[in-house]
């Protein structure tokens, strides 16, 4: 259960924010729109009759519009990616810098690597300077 939750934690990190945002969004839309009915001589309504509002509904519709959806489809995929080990991901216990063994490029390189990662220097990605790994 432990490492399940290690493993899913990126993903369940941005599932609690989402929600806490759409919480806070209905509770603000829902103070707005009473605000709204009081000042047009008109009752309020309760939190769980404005969740099945169409009012809510567009509110939250326009926010997928807009923030939502892009961000959402971003941080999915992100998460997806990361946790089911994308060869364009690192693992998620090992964070950091690889050496170049560890990414088998230049003289690390075997024969099945790519032309660029047998190749080394630039092509690989950084640049040498005194000794020093600069990373782009």
């Avoid at 009012?55 to 926010?63: I, K, M």
């Avoid at 230049?106 to 040498?128: F, K, L, Q, T």
Wanted: charged share 20%; proline share 3%.
């Amino acid at each position: 259960m432990r490492r399940h939750l290690r493993h899913s934690s990126l993903g369940l990190f941005f599932g609690i924010i989402f929600l806490l945002s759409l919480i806070g969004q209905a509770l603000a839309g829902w103070r707005q729109f009473n605000a709204a009915q009081v000042a047009s001589s008109l009752g309020e309504i309760s939190l769980p009759d404005y969740l099945a509002s169409a009012s809510f509904a567009a509110d939250v519709a326009e926010n997928w519009q807009s923030e939502f959806l892009q961000f959402l489809l971003y941080i999915v995929a992100t998460v997806w990616l990361l946790q089911i080990g994308s060869p364009e991901s690192k693992e998620l216990d090992k964070p950091g810098l690889e050496s170049e063994k560890q990414q088998r490029i230049g003289e690390h390189a075997d024969s099945s690597s790519p032309a660029w990662a047998r190749a080394g220097g630039w092509r690989a990605g950084h640049i040498v300077l005194s000794n020093t790994r600069v990373v782009r």
